[in-house]
């Protein structure tokens, strides 16, 4: 209950999981399944893949698109968790730029390296975007002085990256490290510059972040869906 009414006072994270979950039910209509989707529904929702030939565009829709019900459980979760804790003290636009950045970055890390190895992928899902988020989050965090903070941020990503390393190890591929690291990397490198800037965004930055995302977003789901590109 408490989560459900911090999100009451963080609007940009309500938009960003508003929007997953249209995706999700467009997804569940067209294919008329719920609890996974296969490869064919992936492209077709916006999934970037290794093996696509002008995945460009779907490097930001595939950050809005999940494999299955509990995928988009799962990562919903975590980012209505890190979208509370940083809207209100990195400012809503930086929250909405860094989403869509490192969702791109994370993919585009992941698909370059599936395309050296020569590798068939499909990407697809938050969680590289989720964890830009907790990389700006934590570095921020650290360099202000919230160590304890900054501490349990750390812990969960080494929880992420430990269980997501081990099962690839594993030969499961169930978890696209890549994409994890990518996007960590770039919110960390976010994080960084935001302590430089210790006062709030002037509002009519924080409303053309908010915007130029919005906008960005829409231009990539319009292409692909209507470009097939």
């Known amino acids: 209950m408490n989560l459900i009414r911090r999100l009451r006072e963080a609007p940009v994270t309500v938009g960003l999981i508003a929007v997953n979950l ?5 997804m569940v209509a067209a294919s008329r399944r719920v609890l996974t989707f296969d490869e064919t529904s992936l492209i077709a929702a916006g999934a970037s893949g290794s093996n696509l030939d002008q995945p460009h565009w779907r490097w930001l829709t595939a950050a809005f698109v999940h494999v299955g019900l509990l995928h988009i459980v799962m ?12 809207e209100r003290a990195l400012g809503r636009g930086l929250l909405a730029a860094t989403y869509v950045v490192t969702g791109i970055l994370g ?16 990407s697809a899902g938050a ?5 830009g988020l ?6 921020f965090a650290w360099r202000s002085g919230q160590r304890a903070v900054a501490r349990s941020l750390a812990f969960n990503i080494l929880l992420v990256l430990g269980v997501g390393l081990s099962l690839s190890a ?9 994409a994890h690291i990518g996007g960590l990397i770039a919110g960390a490198v976010v994080g960084l510059v935001r302590v430089q800037v210790r006062r709030p965004a002037p509002r009519w930055l924080d409303l053309a972040l908010v915007t130029a995302s919005i906008a960005l977003t ?3 789901f319009a292409v692909v869906q209507f470009s097939g590109t």
Do not use: K, R
């Open 127 to 131: 969680s590289g975007a989720i964890m």
């Open 170 to 178: 594993g030969g499961v591929a169930l978890v696209d490290n890549a």
């Open 75 to 86: 990562n919903l979760w975590v980012l209505a968790q890190i979208g509370v804790i940083s």
């Open 218 to 220: 829409a231009a990539a």
């Open 107 to 122: 993919n585009v890390l992941s698909n370059g390296l599936a395309a050296h190895s020569a590798q068939q992928q499909i």
């Open 22 to 26: 249209l995706v999700y039910l467009i």
């Open 134 to 139: 907790i990389g700006m989050a934590t570095t």
